[in-house]
């Protein structure tokens, strides 16, 4: 995947400093490509353009990069597709993702182990290191992402709901991300093949992918902007003898449903819409994809909830106020820890234009946890031509028993400690409440119906420009913190310099339709004050 501004150094550059040392008995640290080769007309010659020692074959891979949209093909190169799989919609770049995408599996039907596109790996492809990964189909590569908004908010936090450009008026490392994977062969259908990856994450967007046992301290109890998190670590097993392939993830993944995604080179624009900001991020346990035929997919997932970790299922602590809602003297350290159910039905149609992905995602008693969420809902996704396609999301979502902030009992309750998620347990970051309609009941159900609409149009392979639209219904405020109704719109340029650099600058606009939503933050008990938020932002997405 990316790329490096520090492959911006010119050939000028890379000259002079050969140049300079020239007089010395070692040789240059800094070797440049060779002239005398293009690898986009002759791949044979690309280990002679790259060069032999680490740091110059690193450089010079980005340089080759530079203006392309895609890597040098290697012409024996095993075919990546089944000649017979639904054709491939889009391209990467300039779209985040060159299949509609589906969540809790590799893709079937086209996915070569070792296929990623990594300066990282080309560095290392000449020593022995590097030559064991290859042959063990391992890839390590990953990113640097760095971004920065303009707000009509002023507060720390202020910026949210909106996402995940938190803080307003501030330049931050959203994410450094590190994958260490192995991808399992699904275009062949010969015999059993594996897989995993581990994807350790550090930056400002940890507060988004924290699960609640795992280093959630950092968000729970100290609210750190930075952070680090493992949202992805797990293993597979692809099946491919049981009709078009059956595949088994185990460990934590990323939840199934969404347009969006956590990582960010897997989204059209920098910040995120709120139907994806406040929904499912990761589940824990065992999800199986099953290619029915090329069209029609299943899935079947078994987990312990949504950002909740096997050892909080039956933990408990001391409850020193019980209640109506926790009535004893001890109480479910996280009662969304809990035997869970996934389900997925995927639908693409032979010339791979449209694609239907209804999800039902992390299924239990929805009983009140850290984000024990009840996800029903579905993506679509329609090409219309080579310039234009839409995406379309829909869910609803709920959580029952939710405590009522609106009934004073049950505030009190509340203060004093009587639940899971009261100050004493969880100083910071904990889930909301819920505004009730009626005062009188110590709880309800909490529910949220969103709408979201991506259009997107490539004027060239290397750009992308993304209009969002969507309607957010928060009913009774649990997942903002404010009971509002909200529509949001952004418009969004993406633009490639080659495969390994990106940038997404953007300009988006929030509106709370009944109460001021922005310019708050209730970890520091600050009130919001505003109904708009108008909000330009940017990145840079540096790969490796």
Not at 227 to 246: C, K, R, S, T, W
Not at 380 to 398: C, G, L, V
Not at 498 to 512: D, F, H, L
């Given at each position: 995947?990316?790329?490096l ?13 050969n140049a300079?040392?020239a ?6 640290l800094?070797?440049a ?7 986009y007309k002759?791949?044979s010659?690309l280990d ?5 020692d680490?740091?110059?074959r690193f450089?010079?891979y980005y340089?080759?990069e ?5 890597a ?8 990546s597709?089944r000649?017979?799989w639904p ?6 770049p300039?779209?985040p993702?060159?299949?509609w995408?589906?969540?809790g599996?590799t ?17 290392l492809?000449?020593t022995?290191?590097g ?5 063990a189909?391992?890839?390590?590569y ?11 908010n ?5 910026n949210?709901?909106a ?6 008026n501030?330049?931050?490392?959203d994410?450094?991300?590190v ?18 990856r581990?994807?350790p994450i550090?930056g400002?967007?940890?507060?988004y992918?924290?699960a ?11 609210n ?8 992805m670590?797990y293993?597979?097993?692809f099946v491919p003898q049981?009709?078009e392939?059956?595949m088994f993830?185990f460990?934590?993944y ?7 995604a956590?990582l960010a080179?897997n989204?059209?624009m920098y910040?995120?819409?709120m139907?994806?900001?406040f ?15 090329k069209?029609w997919?299943l899935q079947l997932?078994l987990?312990v909830?949504?950002?909740a ?7 408990k602590i ?6 109506p809602?926790f ?7 996280d009662?969304g820890a ?8 995927r ?14 995602n ?20 329609h090409k ?5 396609h ?11 028993n939710?405590?009522n ?6 505030l ?7 639940t ?6 969880m ?13 009188a009941?110590?709880s309800?159900?909490?529910?949220v ?5 991506y259009?997107?149009?490539?004027p060239t ?7 969002r639209?969507e309607?957010f219904?928060?009913?009774q ?5 404010v ?13 490639w ?8 600058p ?7 339709l009944?109460?001021?939503a922005?310019?708050?933050n ?8 505003k109904?708009?938020a108008?909000?330009?932002s940017?990145?840079?997405i540096?790969h490796?």
């Amino acid at each position: 995947m990316k790329r490096l501004f520090l492959a911006g150094v010119s050939l000028t550059a890379v000259s002079l400093f050969n140049a300079a040392h020239a007089a010395d008995a070692n040789p240059p640290l800094l070797k440049a490509p060779s002239s005398t080769c293009d690898p986009y007309k002759n791949y044979s010659c690309l280990d002679s353009y790259l060069g032999s020692d680490f740091f110059s074959r690193f450089v010079n891979y980005y340089r080759l990069e530079w203006g392309h949209e895609a890597a040098p093909s290697d012409p024996k190169a095993p075919p990546s597709r089944r000649d017979y799989w639904p054709a491939t919609p889009q391209s990467a770049p300039p779209m985040p993702f060159a299949d509609w995408p589906y969540g809790g599996s590799t893709n079937i039907g086209d996915t070569r182990p070792g296929s990623v596109d990594s300066p990282l790996m080309a560095a290392l492809g000449n020593t022995p290191a590097g030559q064991w990964m290859n042959d063990a189909h391992i890839q390590v590569y990953g990113w640097i992402n760095a971004g920065g908004n303009l707000s009509n908010n002023t507060v720390r936090g202020g910026n949210s709901p909106a996402a995940y450009d938190y803080n307003p008026n501030t330049v931050q490392l959203d994410q450094a991300v590190v994958y260490v994977e192995r991808l399992p062969d699904t275009v062949q259908k010969d015999h059993v093949d594996w897989g995993f990856r581990l994807a350790p994450i550090y930056g400002e967007n940890y507060r988004y992918t924290t699960a609640y046992g795992l280093w959630s301290n950092q968000l729970l109890n100290q609210n750190k902007n930075n952070g680090y998190d493992l949202p992805m670590a797990y293993g597979e097993v692809f099946v491919p003898q049981v009709l078009e392939g059956l595949m088994f993830r185990f460990g934590r993944y990323i939840s199934i449903p969404d347009i969006e995604a956590q990582l960010a080179p897997n989204n059209y624009m920098y910040t995120h819409s709120m139907t994806y900001t406040f929904d499912n991020y990761t589940n824990t346990g065992l999800n199986t994809t099953l290619a029915v035929t090329k069209n029609w997919m299943l899935q079947l997932g078994l987990t312990v909830g949504t950002e909740a970790m096997p050892w909080h299922v039956g933990a408990k602590i001391d409850n020193p106020a019980p209640n109506p809602l926790f009535p004893y003297s001890t109480m479910l350290k996280d009662p969304g820890a809990q035997p869970s159910v996934s389900v997925g039905v995927r639908y693409t149609t032979d010339s791979g234009n449209d694609g239907v992905y209804v999800v039902a995602n992390g299924i239990n008693n929805g009983t009140w946890g850290y984000n024990n969420l009840q996800w029903y809902g579905l993506t679509y996704y329609h090409k219309f031509n080579e310039q234009w396609h839409i995406s379309f999301e829909t869910y609803n979502e709920h959580q029952n028993n939710v405590l009522n902030a609106n009934n004073p009992a049950a505030l009190a309750s509340f203060l004093a400690g009587g639940t899971p998620f009261s100050p004493q347990q969880m100083p910071f970051n904990s889930p909301f409440l819920a505004q009730c309609s009626s005062a009188a009941v110590f709880s309800c159900t909490a529910s949220v119906q969103t709408f979201l609409t991506y259009i997107s149009y490539k004027p060239t392979p290397l750009d992308n420009i993304s209009y969002r639209l969507e309607w957010f219904d928060d009913q009774q405020g649990q997942r903002t913190g404010v009971k509002t109704r909200y529509v949001e719109t952004g418009i969004g340029w993406q633009h490639w310099f080659s495969p390994q650099i990106e940038i997404r600058p953007e300009v988006s606009y929030y509106r709370a339709l009944d109460a001021a939503a922005f310019n708050g933050n209730s970890n520091l008990g600050i009130v919001p004050t505003k109904k708009d938020a108008l909000i330009g932002s940017a990145d840079i997405i540096i790969h490796f």
